[in-house]
């Protein structure tokens, strides 16, 4: 038994796996892998830094740095600060470089679907 409305999608839809090989597709995914991919093995290094720190050099971390500030505590909220970092930065460059071409792509999928129907 097949099911009406995948049938109705195949006949009246958009051919998505079209759309993925476009070159305005490929280009919003290479750009936005272009982006994430660095970020993320740089602050998966600089985690397992930190976690390696912890464990093989628990004298540097416990270092004072002023009071009872330590230096394993300030990196502990580097990491923090680096995640909202990350964020910020990729929501800046979603915003610049990613919408809008997801925005275009967007609106010509809604053009030829309104075409169709």
């Not at 999608?9 to 958009?14: E, I, K, L, N, P």
């Not at 990350?86 to 679907?113: F, H, K, W």
């Amino acid at each position: 038994m097949t099911d009406r409305r995948i049938d109705d999608a195949h006949t009246s839809g958009v051919d998505y796996i079209a759309v993925e090989e476009s070159a305005p597709f490929r280009e919003l995914k290479r750009r936005q892998r272009s982006f994430v991919f660095p970020l993320a093995v740089a602050f998966l290094v600089w985690y397992f830094v930190y976690v390696l720190l912890s464990s093989f050099a628990p004298e540097f971390m416990a270092q004072p740095v002023s009071g009872a500030i330590t230096v394993g505590l300030l990196f502990g909220l580097g990491q923090f600060v680096t995640t909202f970092a990350i964020t910020m930065g990729y929501v800046a460059y979603a915003n610049r470089r990613l919408d809008p071409g997801a925005e275009q792509l967007r609106s010509e999928l809604e053009r030829i679907e309104e075409g169709r129907s």
